[in-house]
């Protein structure tokens, strides 16, 4: 036990990233990490700083303004037998290198029979909540689960940060590894030092609950347990679920809880038309309807551009907000 603790480090979530880069530059030469301001500046979170000091300009990449390029000579290193890492600054960024990731990155495998494959991990900070400016705020991960061939991560904790980065490292094929800058320094947890891994594809129940089940990712699952532990006072146990890898979903894992609870609420900020709560409603209507004692409430962002810094608050899910929606399905 005492060997266990003396292993397990205090970090914040960006820690913990650094952590996991460090660890697997540490054992993989292969790893590459690329992206503006990445090298000497340590990257615009500093979730790459100390990296080249430490492994040299060789691994660690300043690269110029050009999104596209990057993700273009990210695919061309995975192909012959890298495992590039590539950073956006911003998910809001991502915009003029789409066309790299989804006709190139996320189709060569099928397109050369299993030939070549491209196992790169896109970094990405995303979301509202810290006061930037609008496509710096943007979450638009229903834009990649929508497109077969790339696996889309979102950790909201130290830990599984470490562990999934790892595992996206390891896995054979594009990963886009969304990290919520509310998220980046607002709590620390435990990490164990040294290299471990957190299943892609699988979700994690936080908090068991009988009554209803609200499922969320990355800075929403912090609010969805807050809004829990009030419900919890009126003897209303709601099951919390950190849906944590985007595409593929968990489906056995959510399926089940539905089935136990009957009512479900669903979080996030990205806009509400086309998110992937409308994938979680049709998952549930095809595996569990008939459990169902109360329509599904989606918590979310609206349908606009994230807004400037004095109506931000407006525009993010709230406990509030989401202590309405479980009200609305306990009553129902």
Sequence with gaps: MKTAVANVQKLSLVQAVTDGLRTMMSEHKEVIVMGEDVGQNGGVFRATEGLIEEFGEQRVIDTPLSESGIIGTGIGLALNGFLPVVEMQFLGFIYPAFEQIMTHATRIRMRTLGKYHVPMVIRAPYGAGIRAPEIHSDSVEALFTHMPGIKVVCPSNPYDAKGLLIASIEDP???????????????????????????????????????????????????????????KKQDIHCEVIDIRTLYPLDKKTISESVQKTGRVVIVHEAH??????????????????????APIERVTGFDVPVPFSALEDHYIPTVDRIKKAINKVWTF
């Excluded at 969304?178 to 936080?206: F, Q, W």
């Excluded at 509400?272 to 004692?293: A, H, M, P, R």
């Design 173 to 231: 094929d594009p990963v886009l590894f969304m990290e919520s800058m509310r998220c980046y320094r607002s709590t620390k947890g435990g990490v164990p030092s040294g290299k471990y891994t957190v299943d892609i594809g699988k979700a994690n129940v936080l908090k068991e609950g009988e009554d209803i089940t609200i499922l969320a990712w990355g800075a929403m699952v912090m609010l969805a347990e807050k809004a829990a532990e009030e419900y």
């Design 272 to 293: 509400s038309t086309g998110g992937v709560g409308t994938d979680l409603i049709s998952l549930v209507n095809d595996t569990s309807f008939l459990s169902l004692k």
